[in-house]
């Protein structure tokens, strides 16, 4: 393994038990040869350390053990010792043949209030993990994470209060090769501990299966307990997203019936690709999460020596870790005279765009596919309209008309989900 550069900020007085060592891990090419068992970049825990760990460029080819170890396995004198950790920005990279691997790609096992974000999993067996015998979550988070092609890309065991905010987590393998979810929340058994995960919460995430892996794997009873699940968007494109309830498989209707997910929508994110995963159109299916997590991975963020590009979050409150940016700014861009109604499939409500001050359309109405009128307002000539969709519009396929007098209409098609 290459070494990194650790810097390590001491105090002028005397370190106490009790203490914080600062230490930042930043700007970093970690490669890591060993092909056996490998521990990794193993952060040291033998006293209260403050650590960030920030913008590193991790490869990896172990058939087991970590790429970054920044946590414990079991109880211990060291656990909590890197409570607080920052790991932001980072882009690991798993290149191993091995297909029985398990490598841990960001392990952080038995410390509390640690921030994951912004980071790019490539290829990693085992994603994110947060562990432990039942420690409680408070303050961390794990958010605006790219996840591809992992085994297992999130993995809660044994913690309580695991908060799971606007992530793209993407698969091309089959349940069959992982045996695992794109999230996995269960009890840690580990060594005679019988740890459920309660009261974990997935929100405004994007979950993307090319076969019928599981979405979310909650893989004991235990663990359902407080759990929450909502705004989020899946999508499998070998049919219906899949489930796991205390250990029983669900269809994605299945899942809602048990209260899971009522708000969230199946529908294709239409990434540029399956590399930068930036969907076709903002996807306003998400709920306000507050101003702690309001800052997203921007369009154009890339990964290396300097923090990924972010963008806030604006208007209604976005799905996935990639967000456009205000619509003010620019960042959804028409030709001059264009109209535009997104977000297609719409859910509540949608847009009218249009950037043609002479072309102020005054009403718009909305007809089902047998041509009734089903929902008509009028509208002000503004940059951006917004549209309610009333209870009465049910989801299917529906025509836009916007009229004027002296203009010509302008004619779209709708999809409304429910």
């Not at 794990?142 to 209060?161: D, E, F, L, S």
């Not at 996995?184 to 919460?201: I, Q, R, Y």
């Not at 806030?312 to 976005?318: E, Y």
């Not at 499939?345 to 596919?369: N, W």
Request: proline content about 4%; charged content about 15%.
């Amino acid at each position: 393994m290459k070494n990194a550069l650790i810097l390590i900020l001491l105090s002028c007085s005397t370190v106490t038990l009790f203490s914080q060592v600062p230490l930042i891990i930043e700007g970093q090419e970690i490669v890591d040869t060993e092909t056996g068992i490998s521990n990794g970049y193993n952060i040291p825990r033998n006293q209260v350390t403050a650590l960030t760990f920030r913008n590193n460029t991790m490869t990896s080819v172990n058939s087991a053990g970590y790429i970054l170890q920044a946590g414990d396995e079991t109880p211990g004198l060291n656990n909590n010792h890197l409570d607080g950790a920052v790991i932001t920005g980072n882009m690991l990279t798993w290149n191993g043949t091995d297909g029985d691997s398990w490598t841990h790609a960001l392990f952080t096992g038995y410390n509390l209030g640690v921030i994951i974000k912004y980071n790019y999993l490539l290829n990693t067996p085992n994603g994110i993990q947060r562990k432990s015998d039942g420690m409680t979550e408070e303050s961390g988070v794990v958010a605006y994470n790219i996840i591809k092609n992992p085994k297992v890309g999130i993995v809660v065991k044994g913690m309580n209060g695991v908060r799971i905010y606007n992530n793209t987590l993407y698969t091309d393998k089959t349940q069959e090769q992982t045996g695992r979810g794109l999230i996995d929340v269960h009890t840690n058994l580990d060594n005679g501990l019988n740890a459920p995960s309660t009261g974990t919460k997935i929100f405004n995430n994007i979950f993307y299966a090319k076969y019928n892996t599981l979405c979310i794997n909650v893989m004991d009873q235990e663990s359902l307990t407080g759990f929450q699940s909502d705004y989020n968007v899946f999508y499998c494109e070998s049919g219906t997203p899949r489930f796991s309830a205390g250990g029983v498989s669900k269809t994605f209707a299945e899942w809602q019936d048990l209260g899971y997910d009522v708000h969230s929508v199946v529908i294709n994110p239409q990434f540029n690709n399956f590399t930068d995963f930036v969907p076709a159109t903002r996807l306003d299916y998400g709920t306000d999460l507050g101003e702690d997590f309001a800052e997203g991975l921007a369009l154009d963020a890339v990964w290396g020596t300097i923090s990924p590009k972010t963008t806030r979050q604006n208007g209604t409150w976005q799905t996935g870790a990639r967000i456009y940016g205000a619509i003010a700014n620019d960042t959804i861009i028409l030709p001059q005279g264009e109209t535009k109604i997104y977000p297609n499939p719409a859910y509540g409500f949608f847009y009218v765009l249009t950037t043609d001050e002479d072309r102020a359309y005054s009403s718009l109405k909305i007809f089902d596919t047998h041509g009734r009128l089903v929902h008509s307002v009028p509208l002000g000539f503004n940059r951006i309209n917004t549209i309610d969709l009333p209870g009465n519009v049910g989801p299917g396929m529906y025509t836009v008309l916007l009229e004027a007098n002296g203009l010509a209409p302008f004619q779209g098609k709708l999809v409304i989900l429910n």
